[in-house]
């Protein structure tokens, strides 16, 4: 069947907000499943960014992991309106009702919408030598840092990573690779707010990191809250005594974790609830949904990617003849976070099944080979 609506002549209007993990996988999914579907991108940025190698730009330039909306669009046949669209749920409400998009002086209609906005940095900062994720989401980080090694100061320098989530040390890791391989003098903290390093995570994961960041010589200072900067110092606040202190920072990483700007209910087929209602022509998936039942809502690119996928499937179903939805049932199937050349850790299958070293590390470079091949139009997630 090439078209969903039951008006075999019509083909579907789908429209998609946010170009992520969760919108890409959506648009591809349906793309094939639906060949002649009329599907809009509203995304602002003119690129996808391939968030999960982010660290990588440590080394590599940016445009090494992104890839323009406008190549995606030849290969997958849709329109990118590059635009920023605000929303709150009245609004949400508003396009339920008329099934149509307001983008400036245009009016788009839909079938369907979904909506895939992920989320935002939990703190920012416009300070000078600081940079956040969004900063580092613009920015050539290489250039940063090979500024940053150059300059004619010939004092230790001090650099200071604000967060030690999986981004966080893994950019830990890349950048003392990087100074250690230039020989330049320097200190690597990496501040964490809790007792515990990756607390979410198997206990032995957490040794495991803690074991490499002393080899590399990064320092981890634990159950300290960031305050700000002031002058050439980060403020920080101990979270059990509110001590305040301050650490000198010639170059600091703000990376505290992301948040969505609105999380939306959705039932377990992604139909948003608004109240106790589900609106059945507006969907949402990634970072900015939470899924009734069973299946996982982690903000992971695993769970984005599924998530999507799910979204996908049911509004081509929901189109059809059929007429039904099933239920998001994904639960996360691994997690690895790389630790610089040749090395990583994580688990496979089960929590317990614990990987590190060169073998979680060329398992890593093959997850993200894998969505390489998903942009190129190689789909093979087979769960």
């Given at each position: 069947m090439n078209t969903v609506t039951k008006n075999k002549n019509v083909p579907l209007k789908l429209i998609i907000i946010g170009g992520g993990y969760a919108g890409l996988s959506a648009l591809i999914t349906m793309r094939k499943q639906a060949p002649d579907a009329e599907i809009t991108l509203i995304d602002p940025r003119p690129y996808h960014l391939i968030i999960t190698r982010l660290h990588e730009t440590v080394c590599h330039p940016l445009d090494s992991i992104r890839v323009p909306y406008s190549l995606l669009a030849k290969r997958f046949n849709f329109i990118h309106k590059q635009q920023a669209i605000q929303f709150d749920e009245d609004l949400i409400k508003a396009w339920d009702s008329n099934k149509t998009i307001q983008i400036g002086e245009e009016s788009l209609p839909f079938d369907y919408l979904l909506i895939s906005t992920g989320s935002l940095p939990i703190q920012s900062e416009n300070e000078p030598d600081v940079y956040d994720l969004n900063a580092i989401c613009q920015q050539s980080f290489a250039i940063i840092l090979e500024q940053f090694i150059a300059s004619k100061d010939a004092n230790e320098k001090i650099i200071n990573i604000?967060?030690?989530?999986?981004?966080?040390?893994?950019?830990?890791?890349?950048?003392?690779?990087?100074?250690?391989?230039?020989?330049?003098?320097?200190r690597l903290n990496l501040i964490e707010g809790s007792d515990t390093l990756m607390r979410a995570f198997p206990v032995a994961i957490g040794r495991y990191i803690e074991k490499r960041l002393f080899e590399k010589q990064i320092t981890v200072l634990k159950s300290q809250f960031y305050k700000g900067k002031q002058g050439r110092e980060i403020l920080l606040e101990n979270s059990h005594s509110g001590?305040?202190?301050?650490?000198?920072?010639?170059?600091?990483?703000?990376?505290?974790?992301?948040?969505?700007?609105?999380?939306?209910?959705?039932?377990?087929?992604g139909q948003v609830l608004l109240g106790r209602k589900v609106l059945m022509h507006i969907f949402t998936a990634g970072d900015c949904s939470y899924y009734d039942d069973f299946g996982s809502n982690l903000m992971t690119s695993q769970s984005a990617l599924r998530k999507g996928k799910a979204a996908a499937n049911n509004i081509f179903r929901e189109a059809g003849i059929l007429h039904f939805c099933l239920p998001y049932m994904h639960r996360e199937i691994g997690y690895l976070i790389s630790l610089g050349p040749d090395d990583a850790v994580g688990w496979i299958g089960s929590r317990n099944a614990i990987i590190s070293g060169t073998l979680a590390f060329k398992a890593k470079e093959i997850i993200e080979a894998q969505y390489d091949l998903l942009l190129k139009g190689f789909n093979s997630y087979v769960v």
């Open positions: 604000v967060g030690a989530g999986p981004t966080g040390i893994q950019f830990a890791f890349e950048m003392a690779h990087v100074l250690l391989a230039c020989h330049a003098k320097f001590d305040k202190s301050a650490l000198a920072s010639d170059l600091t990483l703000l990376l505290l974790g992301k948040k969505p700007e609105l999380l939306l209910h959705a039932n377990s087929s």
